[in-house]
């Protein structure tokens, strides 16, 4: 495939912002203290992770999820390995990718390899960590989430705003990541927009809001039925 990669802006040379949906990928007060809350504590990653569980992500952006799930595993001493899906319709270019990992050193021996290996995801290649298995889908969300037929423990929604990026938030896309997850299985995101809450309501999850990261006021988090 071409490789067609998104235009990015810089806020104060440190917190990449697409220029197509006009949204930072991170938190500008600290992009990893926001994955961590959100993501990794939102799905209670540091009990609920073991060998062969599956975490799978809408929006891959900057890896800075995945480099945080790598740092979660590898804190909780247990051997073998996660497996970890993201889908992306608009990926970052190599120097923009190693630019966005500048603020975060102390993942720097994951970022180091995932940007090593940039061209082979970016060709659909899976990669092995060793302790992590990666693949992303890269493309149009609505045709590359129906390719994928497997159940995940846990989602990371991570798109753009809702009100940014419409298209990751239909009832379509929500429909098909809940009928991709076990039973049990969980879900968080920074958004608690009205629309989407209620529409994972109605595809099957139980859905709580908690406060937010920083000065957000709400995410919502939730259990497959």
């Given at each position: 495939m071409s490789k067609k990669y998104v235009k990015i802006?810089?806020?104060?040379?440190?917190?990449?912002?697409?220029?197509?949906?006009?949204?930072a990928y991170y938190s500008s007060e600290n992009g990893l203290l926001e994955t961590n809350y959100v993501f990794i504590d939102g799905n209670r990653l540091h009990e609920r992770l073991n060998h062969g569980f599956q975490i799978a992500e809408l929006g891959f952006g900057t890896g800075l999820n995945f480099l945080a799930s790598c740092a979660a595993w590898n804190k909780t001493s247990?051997?073998?390995?996660?497996?970890?899906?993201?889908?992306?319709?608009?990926?970052?270019?190599?120097?923009?990718?190693?630019?966005?990992?500048?603020?975060?050193?102390?993942?720097?021996?994951?970022?180091h390899i995932l940007q090593n290996k940039w061209g082979e995801i970016m060709a659909g290649i899976p990669v092995d960590f060793g302790f992590a298995n990666l693949k992303v889908f890269i493309g149009d969300i609505?045709?590359?989430?129906?390719?994928?037929?497997?159940?995940?423990?846990?989602?990371?929604?991570?798109?753009?705003?809702?009100?940014?990026?419409?298209?990751?938030w239909t009832e379509d896309i929500l429909k098909m990541v809940a009928l991709r997850t076990k039973a049990g299985g969980s879900f968080s995101t920074y958004t608690a927009a009205g629309h989407v809450r209620r529409t994972?309501?109605?595809?099957?999850?139980?859905?709580?809001?908690?406060?937010?990261?920083?000065k957000k006021k709400h995410m919502i988090q939730g259990t497959r039925l």
């Open positions: 802006s810089w806020k104060e040379n440190t917190v990449p912002i697409s220029d197509k949906f006009h949204d247990r051997t073998g390995k996660f497996n970890f899906v993201s889908f992306e319709g608009y990926p970052m270019s190599p120097l923009d990718l190693q630019k966005a990992h500048l603020p975060f050193p102390e993942l720097a021996e994951y970022s609505s045709k590359t989430l129906r390719t994928f037929n497997s159940k995940v423990d846990c989602w990371y929604l991570d798109g753009f705003a809702p009100n940014k990026n419409p298209e990751m994972l309501q109605h595809v099957g999850f139980n859905v709580t809001r908690k406060k937010g990261f920083f």
